[in-house]
């Protein structure tokens, strides 16, 4: 059972480069989100996703897209990459959406973009 | 609008020293609470959760958390640190709705450094 898994863990784009950061979960959750980390900002929430074809927006959603269409998968796609998006990216992950259920965070791809 | 605060960026105590993290929230209805953790270059891991109940919460690692409704305070707590503790240390509250919308709320963390 390994978890939330996140790949890379680290990646460095120039401006206007386009990847994929990728988020599996092999515990079978039902919800899964992206999470942005910025010093001193704690951690926002850019996407989530409550089942497999359903994708929502979060607090800080521009410049970002997701698609789910397996229960295990949840990949961010960043389609043309700024300096504001040098950050530190997690993918969580719960056992079913709109419960106080516990969030299981994985190790976080720290992105840089110059 | 929901937020959080962690007045304190940055502890620092002595090893075997008591500790305390505040936490403020402002939400209007019950409120799920969180406290997590971050260990460097690491993900976040759960130290204790507030649902209902009980307002005082056990959590791993030897630490507790109690609820005050009346300060909307969510206060981590542990009696003796050890210097494995130090990290930095989230509280968040859960929002969360019948549609199926989730999501938590942080504060900006507080950054424990332990003295040897």
């Known amino acids: 059972n390994a978890g939330v898994t996140q790949t890379p863990k680290f990646q460095v784009l120039k401006t206007g480069q386009s990847m994929t950061l990728q988020c599996a979960q092999d515990?079978?959750?039902?919800?899964m989100s992206w999470y942005r980390q910025d010093p001193g900002m704690g951690l926002r929430l850019i996407h989530y996703?409550?089942?497999?074809?359903?994708?929502d927006q979060g607090e800080v959603p521009n410049g970002y897209n997701v698609s789910r269409s397996t229960t295990e998968d949840f990949p961010l796609r960043l389609l043309s990459a700024a300096p504001s998006q040098t950050s530190v990216y997690f993918c969580?992950?719960?056992?079913?959406?709109?419960?106080?259920?516990?969030?299981?965070f994985g190790p976080g791809t720290r992105l840089t973009v110059t | 609008a929901q937020s959080v605060t962690q007045p304190d960026i940055h502890i620092t105590v002595s090893e075997g020293a008591s500790l305390e993290l505040r936490c403020n929230y402002s939400y209007g209805a019950t409120p799920y609470l969180f406290w997590y953790v971050q260990s460097p270059g690491q993900g976040l891991q759960l130290l204790l959760k507030y649902f209902s109940g009980d307002t005082l919460v056990q959590g791993i690692k030897g630490f507790e958390a109690e609820f005050k409704r009346s300060q909307s305070s969510f206060n981590l707590r542990k009696p003796s640190v050890h210097w494995s503790d130090a990290a930095e240390y989230f509280c968040?509250?859960?929002?969360?709705?019948?549609?199926?919308?989730?999501?938590?709320?942080f504060g900006k963390g507080t950054k424990l450094t332990v003295n040897p």
């Open positions: 996703s409550v089942g497999a074809g359903i994708t």
């Open positions: 515990m079978n959750h039902e919800y």
């Open positions: 969580a992950s719960s056992y079913a959406p709109g419960a106080p259920y516990e969030q299981y």
């Open positions: 968040a509250v859960g929002i969360y709705s019948q549609g199926g919308s989730e999501k938590l709320v």
